[in-house]
């Protein structure tokens, strides 16, 4: 399944927007980009996926451009309890298949006062 | 319960000995899958169930460690013999067998230490 690459490290100011984008070269045609939110102790936690444009839910967006090889997660005006780890997967949506995502470091965000 | 339950939270335990860590998947969920978090790194895949089928047994990294999966509900991964390098924390998730749009649900994880 597609790898991806995204930046270690964020740093940010509340009250900021804040985009991270996620390199997926090889992503396929049938997989979904899937992003997931993980605090200090806890199991990551599933934040928004799209497939192409953009999604929006209540607590992010998601951009996709049209080649897909690339997507932004977009945080508007981020709180200290936005500090965490975001993982950007690629994948189909079936079951059998999110054994096989590859959960690289993430992107680990740092949102001071 | 609403979500993914595991326990215990935390284990400590003496090098060679064997633990149990119990993972209660959401209610209705087929799909259940063990992972592994050592510090600072991604999530290592080790184990997979679906319903009935055979699970996938491809990411266990030795002989180790098994797991069960009773009645298609609560599953208990069983590690022989711990050693240091078994510290991390395991983390278990559960899914319906297609998702769509909302991924697949973690527990809080069982924090391991081998000392």
């Known amino acids: 399944l597609a790898k991806t690459a995204q930046p270690i490290s964020m740093d940010s100011y509340e009250g900021q927007e804040v985009n991270i984008t996620c390199s997926h070269n090889?992503?396929?045609?049938?997989?979904?980009i899937t992003w997931y939110q993980q605090f200090p102790s806890q199991g990551p936690r599933f934040i928004i996926q799209?497939?192409?444009?953009?999604v929006t839910n209540e607590v992010a967006s998601l951009f996709i451009p049209a080649d897909r090889k690339s997507s932004t997660l977009s945080l508007p005006r981020v709180s200290l309890s936005d500090t965490a780890v975001y993982y950007c997967?690629?994948?189909?949506?079936?079951?059998?298949?999110?054994?096989?995502?590859?959960w690289g470091l993430g992107t680990s965000l740092a949102v001071n006062p | 319960g609403a979500g993914v339950s595991q326990s215990p939270s935390n284990k400590v335990t003496e090098k060679g000995k064997d633990v149990e860590l119990r993972c209660d998947p959401i209610?209705?969920?087929?799909?259940l899958y063990w992972y592994r978090q050592s510090l600072g790194q991604g999530l290592e895949f080790l184990i997979y169930?679906?319903?009935?089928?055979?699970?996938?047994k491809s990411g266990l990294p030795s002989d180790r460690f098994s797991a069960e999966r009773t009645g298609g509900s609560v599953s208990t991964l069983t590690i022989q013999r711990t050693q240091q390098e078994d510290s991390a924390v395991y983390l278990c998730?559960?899914?319906?067998?297609?998702?769509?749009?909302?991924?697949?649900?973690f527990g809080s994880g069982t924090r391991l230490t081998v000392v």
């Open positions: 209610s209705g969920h087929t799909a």
């Open positions: 090889n992503i396929a045609t049938n997989d979904y």
């Open positions: 169930f679906q319903g009935n089928s055979a699970p996938d």
């Open positions: 799209g497939y192409k444009t953009k």
């Open positions: 998730a559960s899914s319906l067998e297609q998702e769509s749009n909302y991924g697949y649900t």
């Open positions: 997967l690629v994948g189909d949506n079936n079951a059998g298949n999110n054994r096989k995502l590859i």
